[in-house]
């Protein structure tokens, strides 16, 4: 099973999603472009979340030293990124791929991190609760729609909004595979937790 995970915009917890995902099924990870943050990156976060012996994390297909768009990032670095040079790791393991930011950030002049998706990727969408993030939400579900890509389950981060959850589930028909909390912190133990919580329907996918 190979789980793309996107996001409805940037810091709604994907890394957060993606190690608890990776920790529930021991998968491997791959996060194809990281913008900046290369010594405490979110491979290096999911590297420090996760408890398992058997995940394998991949390396980067490109690391862009600037926190910016990656189209940005790349071009102060005097390159441009390439889907050609984005290679899928090989792997007999279960794979979860993290997006970077929302679905049509920009990697060049022409392609976006929706173009990374591949047929057989599962995507899961983490909806994070603020004031638009309904909008947010359902324009991610029409960009994927427009695509023919299918949404496998969505991941609610934050505290509960029950009005929110109740109508984002009801115009997407989305499966809920549950919701992070708004913890103190997170650690391996808390990850754990939320892994051991999410692994049935993770797998049920």
């Known amino acids: 099973m190979k789980l793309f995970i996107t996001g409805i915009g940037t810091d709604v917890g994907k890394t957060i999603a993606s190690s608890i995902i990776t920790e529930a099924l021991e998968a491997d990870y791959w996060k194809p472009i990281q913008a900046g943050d290369l010594d405490n990156s979110d ?15 991949h390396e980067n297909s490109y ?14 670095d005097g390159i441009t ?17 993290e ?20 047929k057989d990727y599962k995507v899961i969408v983490v909806s994070r609760h603020y004031l638009g993030s309904i909008n947010h939400t359902l324009l991610t579900f029409e960009a ?39 913890e ?11 892994a051991e919580k999410f692994r049935d329907i993770l797998f049920s996918l």
């Open 99 to 118: 997006g970077a930011g929302g679905l049509l950030v920009p990697l060049n002049d022409s392609d976006c991190i929706i173009d990374l998706i591949q």
């Open 184 to 194: 103190p912190y997170f650690d391996q133990n808390v990850i754990s937790y939320y």
């Open 63 to 76: 690391k862009l030293n600037t926190p910016a768009s990656p189209h940005l990032a790349a071009n102060i």
């Open 144 to 182: 994927l729609k427009s695509r023919n890509i299918k949404v496998a389950g969505i991941i609610f981060s934050g505290d509960e909004n029950q009005s929110t959850e109740a109508i984002i589930l009801k115009k997407t028909n989305a499966k809920l595979i549950g919701r992070i909390e708004n």
């Open 43 to 57: 491979s290096h976060k999911i590297q420090r979340y996760i408890s398992n012996e058997t995940t394998i994390i």
């Open 81 to 97: 990124i390439d889907l050609k040079n984005i290679i899928e790791p090989k792997t007999k393991n279960h794979l979860v791929i």
